[in-house]
């Protein structure tokens, strides 16, 4: 079972940018696919960015062109970087990890976008 920590969020104006980190640990990270959801206040949790253990990425169309996923296996570390923030991305952000059918899901990290 692999327990998943964030870090990485906070206050940024409209415009800027911000790179969050999941550190994974308690099972062997690069055989998971993995990925970022995203919640907003009174919204459903919604996907952000996935990628495969085999490192294949897609993204939802709002962040296509502004967010980029990438994992480093070494580290057992999953990121996602994200830029042109806007308003609309404020939310906590939650990495996850999917095996065999089993999800596992880290605490979330405030992203909040504002002037």
């Known amino acids: 079972q692999v327990q998943l920590v964030e870090s990485g969020g906070g206050l940024v104006q409209p415009g800027g940018s911000l790179r969050l980190s999941c550190a994974a640990s308690?099972?062997?990270?690069?055989?998971?696919?993995m990925g970022w959801y995203r919640q907003a206040p009174g919204k459903q949790r919604d996907v952000v960015a996935r990628?495969?253990?085999?490192?294949?990425?897609n993204y939802v169309d709002s962040v296509k062109g502004r967010f980029t996923i990438s994992r480093d296996n070494a580290k057992s570390t999953l990121y996602l970087q994200m830029d042109s923030l806007k308003p609309d991305d404020t939310a906590v952000y939650y990495c996850?990890?999917?095996?065999?059918?089993?999800?596992?899901w880290g605490q979330g990290t405030q992203v909040t976008v504002s002037s």
């Open positions: 990628i495969t253990r085999g490192g294949t990425t």
């Open positions: 308690g099972s062997i990270f690069s055989i998971y696919d």
């Open positions: 996850y990890a999917k095996l065999s059918g089993y999800e596992y």
